[in-house]
Nanobody, 124 residues
């Protein structure tokens, strides 16, 4: 059974930074494209960032472009989301998701596995 475990969430102030790690039990993590999605209260889960098998292939939602960075360490079966210059509108539960095949996508229904999420709250 594939497991994805997010961590690193918390309560921060506007302008602060957070780094979210996602540990996976994927036997061949490098064969998967990985993504981060988020869901705020009362809203649909939305795309944040994705990374292909090759770390050079990344894509971001316009709302986080230039502030967030997705990265992966296939040797550690891990994916990370570095979040800088956080804003109150970034408040949400953040989910790590895995998609078989290496092509990154922003479409959530393309992803096969996801974790339980980690809460990020940005408030002064």
């Amino acid at each position: 059974q594939v497991q994805l475990v997010e961590s690193g969430g918390g309560l921060v102030q506007p302008g602060d930074s957070l780094r979210l790690p996602c540990a996976t039990s994927l036997r061949t993590c490098s064969a998967y494209a990985m993504g981060w999605f988020r869901q705020a209260p009362g809203k649909e889960r939305e795309f944040v960032a994705t990374i292909g098998r090759r770390p050079v292939h990344t894509s971001y939602a316009d709302s986080v472009k230039g502030r967030f960075t997705i990265s992966r360490d296939n040797a550690k079966n891990a994916v990370y989301l570095q979040m800088n210059s956080l804003k109150p509108e970034d408040t949400a539960v953040y989910y790590c998701e895995a998609k078989s095949g290496g092509i990154p996508t922003s479409r959530r229904y393309d992803y096969d596995h996801w974790g339980q999420g980690t809460q990020v709250t940005v408030s002064s």
